[in-house]
């Protein structure tokens, strides 16, 4: 009768172990992302996803690094009472000979409301040229304008 007894036992403690393997490698897995791959620097996309990383970051002369001498002369300043941006997810690209569209969604977040911090995201395009045979930036979303103030990331 002990045997009877014992072998439920140690199919609890089998599938126990089951769910703690699955559970510290999902935990891993989580944990472990990191930053997207960086993309081709090379493409439309590799360079919005540049530009976007240091407009996040606050590094506001590299992000205009990489934008047209036309889109440097729109900047009007930083838009103090919207949420700052988050994080920027790629949607699509179309490039043409002279020209591309990036597609993107931003993220943005608060930290007030009545049920504490929330996020809404939404979707605009990055407009690009290209000048002497290097993708620029002419016309950024305005929540990724260059010319904010101050640092998005704090």
């Not at 919005?48 to 900047?75: H, M, N, W």
């Not at 043409?96 to 995201?121: C, H, L, M, N, W």
């Amino acid at each position: 009768m002990d045997d009877a007894a014992r072998k439920p036992d140690r199919i609890l403690l089998a599938l126990a172990g089951v769910v703690v393997v699955l559970v510290v490698v999902a935990l891993a897995v989580v944990f472990t992302r990191g930053e997207p791959a960086p993309l081709d620097k090379a493409s439309p996309a590799g360079v919005v996803q540049q530009y976007s990383k240091a407009v996040i970051d606050g590094d506001i002369p590299t992000a205009q690094s990489f934008l047209t001498e036309g889109a440097r002369s729109k900047c009007s300043g930083s838009y103090p009472g919207e949420p700052r941006p988050a994080r920027v997810v790629l949607i699509s690209t179309t490039e043409r000979t002279d020209s591309a569209t990036v597609k993107v969604s931003i993220v943005r977040s608060s930290q007030g409301g009545p049920f504490g911090p929330s996020e809404y995201e939404m979707e605009d395009a990055f407009s690009l040229l290209k000048v002497n045979g290097t993708w620029m930036i002419d016309q950024p979303p305005y929540p990724l304008m260059a010319c904010t103030v101050t640092p998005v990331k704090q």
